[in-house]
């Protein structure tokens, strides 16, 4: 198998007046704030961290390092990035917008193809589903948000390369490549009500959150520990999600490609054209889908009830484990699944009528945990009894 090939960054500099590492303040300002105060971040090829504020005041920290840059160009990037935060009436308004994409870490060299990142993709593939632990959920969403491309240069300072003009990959002089880092520290209070309209944004909730949010993201990605409000509202296109637990509120979700939600509770959420596993279902979730594939892994132990509405989806159903709870399936037009051996094949009528295409009932045994109702045309639903299929789709 030939070796994957990665485009980094591509950017032309003057290799004259390179200095070494530099801390440059883009923007620092402090508000302070009571239980009414409310906040709109407008956030465009922005990147930032969110925190809890301890000073009841929000705070704005933005700061560029910089590493092998000239001095003109550590002038040309401030130059391109627009920060600015005002307060009228008790409303904290702040637009951040840069020219070009600011990430957390940006490498650079000066090559007309710029830096590719180069490794072996014969990575181990199979086709088997297994039951993912919630923890074990976490730990993906964790893991460096988006993995080792945010670890330290030399971490796979070897697999950085170049490539001429035929395409074939070239060593690098190291010592030349250009490193800018990005750090724009938010610092919030737990009562400030926060609505944030992002465009190519990175949005990173390193703390719980009880604040009361209001999120459109367009493009990017969010990573959020808790979040945990009956009034927030979401509505992310097509990003990245990880969520380590959401509950209470409605969330949006349209060509998510890869979500990853730890778990999930008291909430409702409408998605399209998207890609989400959640580790646990907890108490009263309510998912309506069009065309997107999920996997339910594992329920709490007292989830009470859970509804999906959906057409054209895929759904890879774990059943809950070592207690009681009843299953309904009600559609058409639906294949119902045990590894590859397809047992329901209902077609839809003339009159569209739905039939009841599946169905368990409690047993009457130990702790009843809930009622997990579908409600589901022309999809497929893939049943796990325990933790394994050979299922290729």
Not at 102 to 119: E, M, Q, R
Not at 352 to 367: D, F, L, P, S, T
Request: aromatic residues 12%; glycine residues 6%; proline residues 2%.
């Amino acid at each position: 198998m030939k070796p994957l090939v990665f485009k980094i960054y591509i950017l032309m500099f003057i290799t004259s007046g390179l200095v070494c590492a530099q801390k440059k303040t883009v923007y620092s300002e402090a508000f302070s704030t009571d239980k009414n105060t409310t906040a709109i971040f407008n956030l465009e090829n922005t990147t930032v961290a969110i925190e809890a504020s301890a000073d009841d005041r929000v705070h704005f920290d933005y700061t560029l390092e910089f590493n092998g840059y000239s001095k003109k160009e550590i002038e040309e990037k401030i130059q391109s990035v627009s920060v600015e935060a005002t307060k009228f009436e008790n409303h904290i308004t702040l637009v951040s917008a840069s020219i070009t994409k600011i990430s957390d870490v940006t490498y650079a060299y000066d090559a007309p193809n710029g830096l590719v990142l180069n490794y072996n993709g014969s990575s181990k593939h199979t086709d088997s589903i297994v039951r993912k632990t919630k923890d074990s959920i976490l730990k993906e969403i964790r893991y460096n948000n988006f993995g080792k491309l945010k670890a330290p240069f030399k971490y796979f300072e070897d697999r950085f390369k170049t490539q001429d003009k035929n395409g074939k990959l070239k060593n690098i002089n190291k010592g030349n490549v250009k490193i800018l880092r990005s750090h724009f520290i938010i610092k919030i209070p737990p009562y400030l009500k926060l609505k944030i309209n992002g465009k190519d944004a990175q949005i990173t909730m390193r703390d719980d959150s009880m604040n009361e949010l209001s999120v459109v993201l367009k493009r990017g990605y969010l990573y959020a520990k808790q979040l945990i409000n009956e009034y927030n509202v979401f509505k992310i296109e097509n990003a990245n999600l990880r969520a380590e637990a959401i509950i209470g509120g409605t969330y949006d979700f349209n060509n998510i490609s890869n979500g990853l939600i730890g778990s999930a509770q008291r909430v409702n959420i409408t998605s399209e054209f998207s890609k989400i596993q959640i580790g646990e279902l907890q108490e009263k979730v309510t998912i309506t889908d069009f065309n997107s594939e999920y996997f339910f892994y594992n329920w709490d132990t007292d989830f009470k009830r859970f509804d999906l509405f959906s057409e054209y989806s895929k759904i890879h159903l774990f059943y809950p484990k070592n207690y009681d709870f009843s299953l309904k399936v009600m559609g058409n037009n639906t294949k119902s699944m045990y590894g590859s051996k397809m047992e329901v094949n209902m077609q839809p009528t003339s009159k569209g009528v739905k039939y009841n295409m599946m169905e368990r009932k409690a047993k009457g045994e130990g702790y009843f945990s809930g009622a997990i109702n579908f409600d589901i045309i022309h999809g497929i639903i893939y049943n796990y009894n325990d933790t394994f299929s050979n299922s290729k789709h």
